[in-house]
């Protein structure tokens, strides 16, 4: 059984869910300007890490705060919110679901590429004036979703390997 308190769970996953956060601000500016948007494949991977270690919620509400804060310094667009939140939560939810990293990183997939892409749709058309189609984020949404998971899957796998995957997820394990 783990020696983390309930308390010291949720202050250990307030704290994975900020550094990710930070990782996810700065990571930004690594954009890639893409049509009306800048796409950011360091939102990916801490979209499947959160999801993963965190759950669909947490993952939701990081992926909220990047773009929010990506937004307010001018290294993101309003597609920022459709393209990371999409795929935090599906990573999260197939993660919780299957429990397998495969999962979150099929999650961030579908979320990012295919949901936001589609969901971005109306947000240029309407909001931002944009003549576009109603695919017309697929390819870089779904490069962007693609590249970033491949990162994340990486990165999880090394955890995993040298053994601080368990210890991270043993401290954010909810009761």
Partial sequence: MSNYTKENRLAMSVALAGILTAVGVVGGTLSIPVGFTRCCPTQSVVNVVAGVFLGPWYSLAMAFCVSL????????????????????????????????????????????????????????????????????????????????SIIAWVLVYILKKNGAMSAMSRAVQRS
């Fill in 69 to 148: 804060i990506r937004n307010l310094l001018g290294t993101g667009t309003i597609m920022a919110f459709p393209g990371s939140m999409c795929g935090a939560l599906l990573a999260g939810l197939l993660y919780q679901r299957f429990h397998r990293v495969w999962a979150a990183c099929l999650g961030e997939m579908i979320g990012t590429g295919v949901v936001a892409s589609i969901l971005a749709f109306p947000i240029a058309r309407y909001f931002l004036g944009k003549a576009c189609g109603l695919f017309t984020y697929f390819i870089p949404f779904m490069t962007v979703a693609v590249t970033g």
